[in-house]
């Protein structure tokens, strides 16, 4: 089973444990810490999603820009 995939011109995934930017003790699936966190979209529409599950129609909060 693949755990780590890095692809440059496809898809990429990690399939155990966490990751961390900025950190080298993760907490979360996903942690940043020390610094800021930047989503961008070049065609000024970029959106932001949280919530549970993994389709917006599950998202608590959504942000667009």
Known sequence: ?????????????????????????????LTVGNGDMMIFDSSDDANLYFGQGNTVDNCTYFHSI
């Open 1 to 29: 089973t693949t755990k780590v995939k890095l692809n440059s011109s496809g898809d990429s995934y990690f399939t155990g444990g966490n990751v961390g930017i900025g950190t080298t003790n993760p907490q979360h699936t």
